[in-house]
């Protein structure tokens, strides 16, 4: 089992950044590790995703390069860096993983996730 604790959400105005963090504990956290949100009466959707490796992370399209996630395997924590927020990205947004080593833009195929954390972004 793997247990995600995310960190780092907030209220911030449009134009502003956030980090969120996501750490893991439990058995060796070797799997695909991403970030999806959910909006208030919207689906959850995929925000971005990144391999055990770090490389090629991939990212929804409304990202736009604004996001960016890293891991560090040393401390078991995943990190999701949000700039030029807008308030359309104001949500509850969700650190998952999943036992597979291969990409998945699908919340069903995540395995273990995070209690969530909410971002606010005012205009």
């Known amino acids: 089992q793997v247990q995600l604790v995310e960190s780092g959400g907030g209220l911030v105005q449009a134009g502003g950044s956030l980090g969120l963090s996501c750490a893991a504990s439990?058995?060796?956290?070797?799997?695909?590790a991403g970030w999806f949100r959910q909006a208030p009466g919207k689906e959850r959707e995929f925000v971005a995703a990144?391999?055990?490796?770090?490389?090629?992370?991939s990212y929804a399209g409304f990202v736009q390069g604004r996001f960016t996630i890293s891991r560090d395997n040393a401390k078991n924590t995943v990190f999701l860096q949000m700039n030029r927020l807008k308030p359309e990205d104001t949500a509850v947004y969700y650190c998952?993983?999943?036992?597979?080593?291969?990409?998945?833009?699908?919340?069903?195929?995540?395995?273990?996730w995070g209690q969530g954390t909410q971002v606010t972004v005012s205009s």
């Open positions: 990144i391999s055990w490796s770090g490389g090629v992370p």
């Open positions: 998952a993983a999943r036992d597979s080593g291969r990409l998945s833009y699908h919340s069903h195929e995540y395995e273990y």
């Open positions: 439990g058995r060796a956290f070797r799997s695909y």
